[in-house]
C-alpha cells in the first residue's frame, strides 16, 4: 500500500502538471504484453463452462479500420492510434475480407454468446461504401446469432465521409448508432489539425442521422492548441444548439512523434486552463440538461433515437467482461474473477497490416502481443473501466471480486478524498468535483505500485536472457 504521505505529496505536485492518458487502454498498458501467443481454447472452454453456470457475461464487439484519408500535417497532428493511409476502396474491401476470415475463426468458440453492443471504429469506418455496412452486420450476425434486445451498433466516422446514402445504409444495415469524430466545430482551430471539414459537413451528417433514426454522438476535444475557454464553450453551445444529444468532451492526450507535440506544444492551453476548461465545459451541460455518465461522457435524456429513452441509459462497457476485438490492431479482453488467478487476458491484434493479413492466411490469430492477468492486473483493470464512469460499486465489485477496493488502495482514495476529488461511503468510491478530470493520474496512482512490479519483473527477465544459467556476463552475445 502507498504511503498516505507520498500520496498526497503526488498529488499537490501533480495537479497542475500535463497529463497522460492511458486509462482509455486499460491495466496494464499494452507496453507490457510481452506474450506472444494465447490459450485461445482455454479461454473459449472458461466462457463455455461460464454459461453452463449461467454466469457468462454479454461480449462486446470492436471491429477496427486501419485507414484514415491523408492529412497534412500526418495523423491529424494529434492521434496517437496505429493508422494506415488511405488507398482506395478496393484496399479496403480486401482488407474486410480478412476480418471475415478472422471472426471466421472465433465463430464456433463464440458459440452461444450474446452480443451487448459492437463497435466500428479505426481509423475511420465511414470510409466504406453503402453497400459494405450491411456486410458488417451480416459479419455480426453470423458470429453472435444471439444479440442483446436494443444493443447498440455504433459506426464511427467523420462528417465529411458520410454521405446521405451511407447514413441510410447504415440504418438498414440494422447499426443504430453513429459516433463523429468532430474535434472542433470552429473551422478554423479544426483546420490546425489539416482536417478539411467544414460546419455544413457536421450539420448535414446530424440531420442524417435523425432523418433515418440513428442516435449520434460527437467527439469533441478540448485543450487544443489556441483554443481558450470562450472558444471550447463556443463549441459545445452550437452542439447543444444543434440538439446533440451525446457528447464526448475528451481532453487532447498530447504525445509521440505528432505534430502537436513537436510543433504546437507552446500552443497549447497548460493544464489548469485544461482544468478551467473541464470545469466550465461541465457546468454549461450541466445546466443545459445534460447528465455526466463519465469522466469525458455527457448525455441529455430524451433522445427519441436513442435507446436510453426507452430504457434509461445504460453503461456500455461494464456490465459486459469480455471484448472481442476483430482486425488490424483491436483490443480483446477476456476475464472473469470467478475463473481464478491467471485465466483473463489481453491481447492486442498486429499493428502492422502485412503480418495481420499473414497470420489470417496462415489460419492463426493475428495477435501480437498478449498479457496473462495476475489476480492484482485484474482488479486494476476492473477498476479502471469503473473510473471511467467515475465511480466503483464497492459490494458489486467485492461479490464479482473477492476484494473491496477501498481497502485495497485505501491510502490514495483517502488522499483525494482530503483534497476534495473523490467521495468514499460503505456503498461507493466516487470521483467528485475536479476528480474526473484527474482520471489519469488518480489511475496513475492506483497502478503504481504493480507497475513497479512488472517492470522489475521484465528487468529480470531480460536479465535472465543475457546470461543464460551456467554462462558469466562476459558472454553476451
Ligand atoms: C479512434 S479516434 C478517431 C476516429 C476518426 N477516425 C476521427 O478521425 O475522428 C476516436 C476518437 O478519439 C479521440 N482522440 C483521438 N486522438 C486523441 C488524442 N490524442 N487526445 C484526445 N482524444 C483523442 C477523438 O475525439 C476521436 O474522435
Same mark, same amino acid.
Given at each position: 500500500m502507498l504511503d498516505s504521505t507520498y500520496v498526497t505529496d503526488y498529488i499537490d505536485s501533480h495537479l497542475g502538471q500535463r497529463q497522460v %492518458?492511458?486509462? @482509455?487502454?486499460? +491495466?496494464?498498458?499494452?507496453?507490457?504484453?510481452?506474450?506472444?501467443?494465447?490459450p485461445v481454447d482455454e479461454i473459449t472452454e472458461d466462457r463455455g463452462r461460464l454459461r453452463r453456470a449461467g454466469q457468462a457475461s454479454e461480449v462486446f464487439l470492436y471491429i477496427g479500420v486501419p485507414y484514415c484519408i491523408r492529412t497534412d500535417p500526418g495523423k491529424c497532428g494529434y492521434c496517437l492510434f496505429p493508422v494506415e493511409e488511405f488507398k482506395g476502396n478496393d484496399a479496403l474491401e480486401d482488407y474486410y475480407g480478412y476480418v471475415e476470415r478472422e471472426a471466421e475463426l472465433y465463430r464456433e468458440r463464440l458459440a452461444g454468446t450474446r452480443l451487448g453492443s459492437a463497435y466500428f471504429g479505426g481509423g475511420t469506418s465511414n470510409l466504406y461504401r453503402p453497400a459494405h455496412y450491411l456486410k458488417i452486420m451480416e459479419l455480426v450476425n453470423r458470429l453472435f446469432p444471439d444479440v442483446a434486445a436494443g444493443a447498440d451498433l455504433t459506426l464511427e466516422g467523420i462528417? #465529411? &465521409? +458520410?454521405t446521405r446514402d451511407k447514413m441510410q445504409a447504415i440504418r438498414d444495415s440494422g447499426m443504430n448508432r453513429v459516433s463523429m469524430?468532430? @474535434? #472542433?466545430? %470552429?473551422e478554423r482551430l479544426n483546420s490546425l489539425s489539416g482536417r478539411r471539414q467544414t460546419t455544413r459537413h457536421v450539420t448535414q451528417s446530424l440531420d442524417w442521422a435523425r432523418e433515418f433514426g440513428l442516435a449520434a454522438n460527437v467527439d469533441v476535444i478540448f485543450g487544443w492548441p489556441q483554443q481558450t475557454v470562450e472558444t471550447m464553450l463556443a463549441d459545445l453551445r452550437t452542439l447543444v444548439s444543434w440538439d446533440v444529444h451525446d457528447i464526448t468532451h475528451y481532453e487532447l492526450n498530447v504525445g509521440g512523434p505528432t505534430d502537436f507535440a513537436l510543433n504546437r506544444f507552446h500552443e497549447l492551453p497548460s493544464t489548469l486552463s485544461n482544468l478551467e476548461m473541464y470545469r466550465a465545459g461541465r457546468d454549461y451541460l450541466l445546466e443545459q440538461g445534460y447528465e455526466q455518465h463519465g469522466a469525458y461522457s455527457f448525455r441529455k435524456p430524451g433522445d427519441p433515437a436513442s435507446r436510453d429513452f426507452r430504457e434509461g441509459y445504460r453503461p456500455q &462497457?461494464?456490465?459486459?467482461a469480455d471484448v472481442v476485438g476483430l482486425g488490424y490492431a483491436a483490443i480483446s479482453f477476456f476475464g472473469a474473477a470467478? &475463473?481464478?488467478?491467471?485465466r483473463s487476458w489481453s491481447y492486442i491484434n498486429q499493428r502492422n497490416l502485412a503480418r495481420y493479413k499473414a497470420m489470417i492466411d496462415e489460419g492463426r490469430l493475428p495477435v501480437e502481443r498478449a498479457f496473462r492477468h495476475e489476480p492484482d492486473d485484474w482488479v486494476l483493470a476492473t477498476v479502471f473501466r469503473h473510473l471511467l464512469s467515475m465511480g466503483l460499486d464497492r459490494p458489486g465489485l467485492r461479490a464479482a471480486m473477492g476484494v473491496d477496493v477501498y481497502d485495497e488502495f485505501a491510502t490514495v482514495w483517502d488522499g483525494l478524498a482530503a483534497r476534495g476529488l473523490a467521495e468514499v461511503t460503505p456503498e461507493r468510491i466516487t470521483l467528485v468535483g475536479d476528480g474526473p478530470f484527474y482520471t489519469p493520474m488518480v489511475s496513475t496512482l492506483l497502478a503504481e505500485e504493480r507497475y513497479r512490479a512488472l517492470r522489475e519483473r521484465e528487468v529480470g527477465q531480460q536479465k535472465e536472457r543475457l546470461v543464460p544459467a551456467g554462462e558469466g556476463a562476459g558472454h553476451v552475445g
Open positions: %492518458n492511458k486509462i @482509455q487502454h486499460g +491495466f496494464p498498458s499494452p507496453r507490457y504484453w510481452t506474450g506472444t501467443t494465447v462528417p #465529411q &465521409l +458520410f469524430g468532430v @474535434q #472542433q466545430v %470552429n &462497457l461494464h456490465d459486459v470467478v &475463473l481464478g488467478p491467471g
